[in-house]
């Protein structure tokens, strides 16, 4: 993958690798799956963060997702069957997602599409796999979602052990090896600290210092107290945006003259807006290309569906990385074959195999159900813009 440099420092791309080691995986699934969707409706069911303190990525990745879905249905849908999303909202909150999940699943949705977050999503998992429904593109990197091998999961977006292994080569290249990790104590925020130990651990280093906020939660004061006590390089944040900010603002406040990474969960364009001039310098890494920048072939597709109809959708890496899990779905949908059922549909997916999105490489197989470990580097400028 090419890399888009900065002026200073510049920051490299992480090159697609496979997981191999998820070839011998078997489906943990029960019996066949075999229902067809009834009509002339395929219907995605999504439980996310609509309010609260991650609502945009919520809102976002769901705005992206049905700009492409209604655009694809005032063309005829795929076979003449229109694709629709049923959307609930879970407020970041496992609880609620597996309620939501429930009642998705009662509903008979063909199914489940597009969830937000970590532990939401660890929610739902066991749920959809009882019910023996294909789950798509959770809004995740998480490694307990991908291992062991599931017949029925699907994933567009990189690992966090791969954003973190970019973020940690990038700063120890520079020569900045006093890492701490400010993550947000669950088990998104673990995820993202396991990522950052193993790329240290490789290097031998460790963590300098560790710190935890609580989900939805903006208490960060005794984080930074005991960051800034370690007086790091820079600092790793597991966690979103409104809590991230929130460290930022007030590890600056207390001396704080380090630098600052984040992986994609945190929602680019939330924490730009979130932090205004003060985000200038800070580093988020991506998992889909930059929405701004035109040089891919799905990049401005993504814009000019927008331009003709879909103006209410703003572009950022969230709505960007929901139109490409929608536009993942329709491609697996038109290798479904005439008469669509859950088991042709990951046959679809799986059929996919290595193929190029717009210039964005997917590859999918039978054995391989993440799509993507491409990764790269970005940087909030201070004015609302990200630059990669």
Do not use: W
Request: charged share 15%; proline share 4%; net charge positive.
């Amino acid at each position: 993958m090419k890399s888009h440099p900065l002026p200073t420092p510049a920051l490299p791309s992480l090159n697609r690798r496979r997981f191999t080691a998820l070839v011998a995986g078997t489906a943990l699934t029960g019996a066949p799956l075999v229902q067809a969707q009834s009509g002339n409706r395929i219907v995605l069911g999504q439980s996310a963060a609509l309010t609260g303190a991650a609502a945009q990525l919520g809102v976002q990745f769901h705005a992206g997702a049905k700009l492409h879905f209604d655009a694809l249905n005032a063309a005829g849908g795929v076979n003449g069957q229109r694709i629709e999303i049923v959307n609930l909202d879970d407020g970041y909150e496992p609880d609620r997602c597996a309620e939501n999940t429930r009642k998705l699943l009662k509903d008979d949705v063909f199914a489940l599409f597009g969830y937000i977050g970590t532990p939401t999503s660890l929610a739902a998992l066991p749920l959809a796999i009882q019910a023996n429904t294909p789950f798509i593109a959770p809004f995740t990197g998480a490694m307990g979602l991908r291992q062991p091998f599931n017949k029925l999961v699907f994933h567009l977006r990189a690992s966090y052990n791969d954003e973190t292994a970019l973020i940690v080569r990038q700063l120890t290249n520079l020569g900045l090896n006093k890492i701490a990790v400010f993550h947000q104590n669950d088990s998104y925020g673990k995820a993202g600290l396991d990522g950052v130990t193993a790329a240290l651990a490789s290097r031998n280093l460790k963590p300098v210092a560790t710190a935890t906020v609580e989900r939805n939660s903006v208490d960060v004061a005794q984080a930074v107290a005991t960051i800034n006590a370690a007086k790091p390089d820079a600092v790793v944040q597991i966690s979103a945006y409104k809590s991230c900010a929130a460290y930022i603002r007030a590890a600056k406040a207390a001396g704080y003259g380090g630098t600052f990474y984040n992986v994609s969960f945190v929602g680019t364009q939330a924490l730009a807006d979130e932090l205004g001039k003060d985000g200038a310098g800070v580093v988020v890494s991506q998992v889909v290309p930059n929405p701004f920048t035109t040089t891919r072939p799905i990049t401005r597709e993504f814009l000019d569906v927008i331009a003709k109809g879909g103006n209410k959708v703003q572009p950022n890496f969230s709505s960007m990385e929901g139109y490409m899990a929608a536009r993942m779905v329709t491609e697996g949908l038109k290798r479904s074959g005439g008469r669509v059922t859950r088991d042709s549909l990951i046959s679809g997916l799986e059929a996919i195999g290595d193929m190029s999105m717009g210039g964005f490489n997917l590859s999918l197989s039978s054995s391989d159900h993440v799509a993507s470990s491409f990764a790269e580097l970005s940087m909030l400028t201070g004015d609302g813009k990200v630059r990669t």
